[in-house]
């Protein structure tokens, strides 16, 4: 039975890399609900998937899209597997996501199994499309991944498992609402910030009416040789949170007592490597093992068992609740549960008679209950009722689906949540800078030193630059009055906190502060007579555009007081004197002789140059609707931009999200005179977009992505629905003139 018919049909992206059953058949069945409905699961995600091929009886209004990746992702691992390409291509994933999400357009996206940082990405589009972000919490991923990178790495491992947590707990908070699966979710929910009135709680399920009760003699049974003999039967992933161990301890029994049995696993991960070799070094014929089974069969598979076996770890608690769980339920089979007590799926099999419930630490008990339950006929047949009973009480799909109902109605916001409050990102810095620096300098400087000679695209290469990246936390060394980029000895810049400059130590100008466009800004400073860069933060680009033509007038305008002092400071020991430096701020029209600053991060956050300060109501920070008294604020001089723009052939802006309104406001300079323009262009500045846009329709500038290896063209008629993201970079340049050959 279908849920009612929405009164206003949205277009709903539902996400779950993984392609579970129950997923798939709550987007049919919004779908037959009158919504457009989107489904996203990944191929290259080793988990067993329901019913992802397109269905005869598919409404019109739905659709399945596969992101596969080509290969298999690697495992979530800190030793044998592969950490760092398991990130690439959480990222690499994410971006896939998100390219359907600008591409379908959705009103709301519900997101649920998926890689932690793949999710933040898929969030990321969201908020920079104004689309609610509603996050299907299935597990606590952080939990075990901490775990296991404290056993493998110890120290470091800590290190590690704090970002991962802290990762987790953003997207947390991020989330315009969060679905739950156990009430037992919600208290470090709570603890973690998410407001309580966001978390609501519903039940995974499984697809009953695709899961119909099988006899023990059926096609796949007879198949592999099952059929007659007795059965403990395990499905889905063996990861980190299994004990596989329990599988070959109940195997060995079956060799003692029925060695006519079997314990059948259909499975793959970690776990099923582990009984891969240990059954290669010792083989007994009591354990089977298979790969995941399609879906289409997986009636028959469950129908091939006497007993369905469950396993969780003790450190996954009550966060994990394995969804085999639910699809044993309907199967009509008794379930043996190695689960730990708290867990959900331990207090349903339980209270509803449905199977026996061991502690996971207890292998010699898990061995006896499934030896009573394969003698004991009428027990077993006793505890299937019960679980198909329960089955059939909770899973039906329309209630279900109308309980998802309000989620999707989520009012589009163009403005995201709070994220952390300043006191709390400043805190966190901190803390983790001093975990870091607990770990001596020389331990790390053979490879910030090695690392400008690494082949760029290289595994190496990208190994280093996602080390050095967390590094940077540690800060500049405190002994350093100075300090010159690792790859660049030619210029200096002053130790400062300041973000900008902890990046350039620790990564140089190779990949320290956007290197796509210090290649560009220096060829175009050196062939320009008249330079103006709003936004001059340390002086980072004003020294090296400074350097690249001693010649040339330059004025560096920087509001934030200390931020500018630091600029000065940088070009007084670069020798370069031809900069003049502006401390105020840039604005449309000369209303009132000061304006005010505001600065995000709290007191201790970079407060000598912070990076994101802007002045009044800029589109980045309507788009974020931080409250604006979170900021700090500081009142700072006005100069009208009109008067700075005279006679300027080359300009640089970087005022987060006023670029637009600067621009609007001298449009007449800029079609009569034509300077070439080097702006940040963030993919929630729409009105940057549109403005750019009809000038490049209109004039002969042309806009082009800032790359470090070229330019790339982008027409008029894409500006408008261009995200730079998509290209790794925040920048484009602007122009009328000829283009470079070979930038220097």
Same mark, same amino acid.
């Given at each position: %039975? ?11 992206? /539902? ?8 997923? +798939? ?30 269905? &005869? ?19 979530? #691992?800190?030793?044998?597997? =592969? ?34 940082? =793949? ?61 739950? +699966? ?80 079997? /314990? ?45 076996? &469950? ?27 190695? +689960? ?140 350093? #009055?100075?300090?010159?980029?690792? !790859? ?39 062939? =320009? ?26 004025? &560096? ?34 209303? #009132?002789?000061?304006?005010? @600053? ?9 407060? !000598? ?35 700075? %723009?005279?006679?300027?052939?080359? @300009? ?5 999200? @006023? ?38 329709? !209109?004039?002969?500038? =042309? ?15 894409? +500006? ?25």
């Amino acid at each position: %039975m279908s849920f009612d018919r929405s009164p206003a049909p949205k277009r709903v992206l /539902v996400h779950d890399s993984s392609g579970h059953a129950f997923t +798939i058949e709550l987007s049919r069945e919004l779908a037959r609900g009158g919504h457009q409905v989107l489904y996203v699961y990944c191929s290259s995600f080793l988990s067993p998937r329901g019913a992802v091929e397109r269905q &005869a009886d598919d409404p019109e209004s739905f659709a399945v899209r596969d992101i596969g990746l080509g290969r298999p992702f690697e495992r979530f #691992s800190f030793g044998k597997y =592969s950490f760092g390409r398991r990130l690439r291509q959480e990222f690499t994933y994410g971006g896939k996501v998100a390219d359907e999400i600008h591409n379908f357009r959705p009103d709301v996206v519900m997101s649920a199994n998926g890689p932690l940082f =793949s999710q933040l990405r898929i969030q990321s589009a969201c908020r920079s499309d104004g689309v609610p972000f509603v996050l299907w919490l299935q597990d606590f991923y952080s939990v075990p991944m901490k775990a296991e990178a404290r056993r493998r790495l110890g120290r470091l491992g800590e290190i590690a498992g704090a970002v991962l947590e802290q990762a987790e707990r953003l997207l947390a908070r991020r989330s315009a609402s969060l679905v739950t +699966i156990s009430e037992d979710f919600s208290p470090k929910l709570v603890d973690w910030g998410v407001e309580s009135g966001d978390i609501q709680v519903i039940h995974n399920w499984a697809p009953i009416e695709d899961l119909p009760v099988r006899p023990r003699n059926n096609p796949w049974s007879e198949e592999h040789g099952l059929a007659g003999v007795p059965v403990f039967l395990y499905t889905g992933t063996l990861g980190l949170k299994h004990n596989p161990a329990l599988l070959w301890a109940l195997a060995r029994r079956l060799q003692e007592q029925h060695p006519d049995g079997r /314990v059948v696993v259909a499975s793959e991960g970690t776990g099923m490597d582990w009984l891969q070799e240990r059954l290669h070094s010792e083989p007994i014929e009591q354990l089977v093992l298979l790969p995941f089974q399609p879906f289409d069969r997986y009636a028959d598979v469950l129908g091939a068992a006497d007993v369905l076996v &469950a396993l969780l770890e003790p450190g996954a608690g009550a966060y994990a609740v394995p969804s085999k769980v639910l699809s044993y339920l309907c199967a009509g089979r008794p379930v043996l549960a190695a +689960i730990p007590e708290a867990n959900l799926a331990s207090r349903i099999v339980a209270e509803n008679r449905a199977g026996v419930v061991v502690s996971p630490d207890d292998e010699q008990q898990f061995v006896e209950e499934g030896m009573r339950l394969l003698g004991d006929e009428e027990l077993r047949r006793d505890l299937a009722a019960s679980g198909r009973r329960y089955a059939e009480a909770n899973f039906p799909i329309g209630v279900i689906a109308g309980k998802f109902e309000p989620l999707i109605s989520l009012p589009r916001k163009p403005a995201g949540k709070r994220i952390l409050t300043p006191q709390v990102r400043t805190s966190l810095r901190i803390g983790f800078a001093n975990a870091l620096n607990a770990v001596p300098d020389a331990v790390f400087e053979p490879l910030r030193r090695a690392y400008p000679n690494l082949e760029p695209g290289t595994r190496a290469d990208r190994m280093a630059t996602l080390a050095l990246r967390v590094l940077r936390y540690r800060g500049i060394p405190d002994h350093l #009055s100075r300090f010159s980029p690792v !790859d660049n000895p030619s210029v200096s810049f002053a130790n400062r906190d300041s973000y900008i400059a902890e990046r350039l130590y620790w990564l140089g100008e190779k990949s320290g502060w956007e290197p796509e466009v210090l290649r560009w800004w220096r060829h175009w400073c050196s062939q =320009s007579s008249n330079i103006l860069e709003l936004g001059a933060n340390i002086g980072f680009f004003t020294v090296q555009g400074a350097r690249a033509n001693p010649a040339a007038s330059y004025t &560096a305008v920087e509001p934030h007081p200390k931020a500018a002092a630091i600029c000065r400071e940088n070009l007084q020991i670069n020798d370069v004197d031809s900069v003049t430096v502006i401390q105020a701020a840039a604005v449309p029209a000369l209303e #009132s002789p000061t304006i005010d @600053l505001y600065l995000p991060g709290g007191k201790d956050h970079y407060e !000598d140059a912070p990076c994101s300060s802007f002045a009044g109501e800029s589109e980045l920070h309507l788009a974020d609707a931080e409250p604006i008294d979170t900021y700090k604020r500081v009142e700072v001089e006005a100069v009208e931009f009109r008067k700075l %723009m005279e006679g300027v052939d080359l @300009l640089k802006i970087d005022v987060e999200g @006023l670029e637009h309104v600067l621009l609007a406001s001298v449009e007449d300079v800029i079609r009569e005179n034509r300077p070439t323009m080097f702006l940040e262009m963030l993919d929630r500045a729409v009105q940057l977009r549109t403005f750019l846009a009809k000038l490049c329709a !209109d004039t002969p500038y =042309s806009l082009f992505v800032l790359q470090q290896e070229g330019l790339l063209l982008v027409e008029p008629s894409e +500006i408008p629905d261009l995200r730079l993201s998509r290209f790794g970079t925040q920048d484009v340049v602007v122009t009328c003139g000829p283009l470079p050959g070979e930038a220097g």
